[in-house]
């Protein structure tokens, strides 16, 4: 009861700071020029941006296989991909304390994966994407530094920047540290988890697939929303589209809020309102790209009514069981019961 009492206070938390943020943006918009833009996108170039996204979860998908396969786990391309889009359903979609992770770790093991690699797969997808993403500022920042006159924006941005690296480099060397300190119950999770990620990204066979599949995922983010942003008539550049979504992207992974919403409208109209475009067209361009992330989670949900597994899933034995999943090492041997 208590763990339902916390579960449903931190989603309230989270729908009213969406709501705020997006209030907030509101108050100072032409609220009639923000309805033109939406009902006047060009549909040929919204349903390109939402064809863009849709092949993303393909590429989603791939990386996630490879990682998989790096654990020795065989995951069938087409199983995988239905997980994903199930997986972004409850992501997306669903007000449910239970996330698409949750979901996809207890999904691999209704189909006979073992706890270690669920728990693994799941969590290097999503770090590996962290670093790709990363990868991505800190190649645009020359083009930035360059192209944005806004000395506060650049240090936001490169500060921002400089934090994902050292955040990385430190995760992704923890074990490099004394023993008396990596031993610690607090850290000892971190420093097995960092040297699986930096197995998969400097060991593995397919390690430049990986990565490469990594920076691919976020410029696919990049186009779609350079193609939204055309079809509601603003002058976005595609350098100034590859610089400035990535921090845009990197805010709105940051779960302070409902499937990002609020976050990333806020970083969309302070980030591209760098490159000139007007507060009310880069609002739109973020509305349309959370309108399309819903229609693929809606079709991920169609998926998940169709699922076999549907009918055993239970929302509170998925989070207990993430929750309860054990922490294993490197090499795959458990270590504790909780991470």
Not at 10 to 31: E, P
Not at 40 to 61: E, H, K
Not at 135 to 161: N, Y
Not at 232 to 252: E, K, M, N, R, Y
Request: aromatic share 8%; charged share 15%.
């Amino acid at each position: 009861m208590q763990s339902r009492f916390k579960q449903a206070a931190l989603f309230s938390v989270k729908l009213l700071l969406s709501i705020a943020v997006l209030v907030y943006i509101a108050r100072g918009l032409d609220l009639q020029r923000l309805r033109s833009h939406l009902v006047s996108v060009d549909p040929v170039l919204f349903v390109l941006a939402l064809a863009l996204i849709f092949f993303q979860t393909f590429v989603l998908n791939g990386r996630w296989e490879l990682i998989m396969r790096a654990l020795g786990v065989s995951l069938d391309w087409l199983a995988g991909w239905r997980i994903l889009m199930i997986s972004l359903w409850f992501n997306q979609v669903l007000p449910s304390s239970v996330g698409g992770d949750a979901v996809r770790m207890w999904l691999l093991r209704q189909r006979g994966v073992q706890w270690p690699e669920a728990v693994k797969g799941v969590a290097a997808d999503r770090f590996t994407a962290l670093i790709g993403l990363i990868a991505l500022m800190v190649a645009g920042l020359p083009f930035l530094i360059s192209r944005v006159f806004d000395q506060a924006a650049i240090l936001a941005i490169g500060g921002l920047t400089l934090a994902g690296v050292a955040g990385t480099a430190v995760l992704l060397t923890l074990d490099r540290l004394p023993k008396r300190l990596t031993a610690h119950p607090a850290i000892a999770s971190f420093v097995r988890f960092g040297a699986l990620v930096r197995f998969l990204l400097l060991q593995s066979e397919r390690r430049a697939l990986l990565f490469g599949s990594a920076l691919l995922i976020h410029l696919v983010t990049a186009a779609a929303c350079f193609v939204l942003a055309r079809g509601v008539g603003a002058q976005l550049s595609v350098t100034d589209a590859g610089i400035l979504i990535p921090p845009v992207v990197l805010l709105t992974a940051v779960p302070i809020s409902i499937s990002g919403w609020g976050v990333r409208e806020g970083a969309m109209v302070a980030c591209l309102g760098l490159a000139g475009v007007p507060s009310e067209q880069a609002l739109s361009v973020s509305l349309l790209l959370g309108a399309i992330s819903v229609i693929i989670g809606l079709l991920g949900g169609a998926i998940w009514l169709a699922s076999p597994e549907r009918g055993s899933y239970s929302a509170d034995k998925a989070a207990k069981a993430a929750e309860e999943a054990p922490s294993y090492d490197g090499l795959g041997k458990e270590v504790s019961s909780h991470p």
